[in-house]
C-alpha cells in the first residue's frame, strides 16, 4: 500500500499508483495465474482501464501553485469575510482544517454565524503576507490580520489584532485551501 508523504508528493504518487496496478496484472502475478477465472479477467480489464486513464489524464495537482494564486485565495477570503458571507468564507477551508488551539470546522462555522449576528459591519485587514513553499503544492504562510467589528445602534467598536501563521494545500481540483492554523488568536463571538 502506498502512503502520501511531503516526499511522496501527487505526480510521484500518481506513478506509484500507475506502477503498483501494473503489478497486480503483471505476468506472473496471482491475479495473472488465475486470469482464466471471469472474475479475475474482469478485474484485469478494470485495472488496465484504470491505468489507461491515469496516462492520459494529468493529475490536477501536477500543476504548482503560485503566490498570485494563493494571494487570490487570501484577497477572496477577505471579501468573503467583510460581505458576511460564511459559506464564501468556508470554501477557502479544506476540508480536512486543523487549527492549533483545537478549534474545529464547526466551532469556526458557529463562531463566524455569531459573529455576523452581532455585528453590522466586519473589516478585515491583513498585511505583511508571507508565502513559502513548504513542499510540493504545501505552503507555509503568515500575515497579520486586524479584524473590527462595528455595531451601529450602540456605537461600539470591538477590534482583534493577530499574528497569523498557517499551511495552503492544494484540494483535489488543484485549488489552493488554507489546511491548517498554526498559530493566531481565536476571535470567540457567543
Not at 85 to 108: P, R
Request: net charge negative.
Amino acid at each position: 500500500e502506498i502512503e502520501a508523504t511531503q516526499e511522496n508528493s501527487p505526480p510521484e504518487l500518481k506513478k506509484a499508483y500507475q506502477q503498483e496496478l501494473a503489478d497486480f496484472i503483471s505476468s506472473g502475478s496471482f491475479i495473472d495465474q488465475h486470469k482464466q477465472k471471469s472474475q479475475i479477467a474482469d478485474l484485469i480489464s478494470a485495472i488496465q482501464k484504470q491505468l489507461e486513464k491515469l496516462s492520459v489524464v494529468p493529475a490536477a495537482t501536477d500543476t504548482p501553485v503560485t503566490n498570485d494564486q494563493i494571494s487570490a485565495l487570501y484577497d477572496g477570503f477577505k471579501q468573503a469575510y467583510e460581505s458576511r458571507n460564511e459559506a464564501q468564507v468556508m470554501s477557502y477551508i479544506d476540508d480536512d482544517w486543523s487549527s492549533a488551539d483545537g478549534v474545529t470546522l464547526f466551532d469556526l462555522e458557529d463562531n463566524l454565524r455569531n459573529m455576523y449576528n452581532v455585528f453590522d459591519d466586519i473589516e478585515y485587514r491583513m498585511s505583511g503576507l508571507h508565502i513559502s513553499s513548504a513542499g510540493q503544492n504545501l505552503f507555509n504562510i503568515s500575515y497579520n490580520v486586524s479584524i473590527r467589528g462595528i455595531i451601529f445602534d450602540n456605537d461600539l467598536t470591538h477590534e482583534e489584532v493577530s499574528a497569523v501563521r498557517e499551511q495552503v494545500r492544494t484540494d483535489s481540483s488543484g485549488n489552493p485551501k488554507i489546511f491548517k492554523t498554526l498559530g493566531g488568536n481565536y476571535w470567540s463571538i457567543k
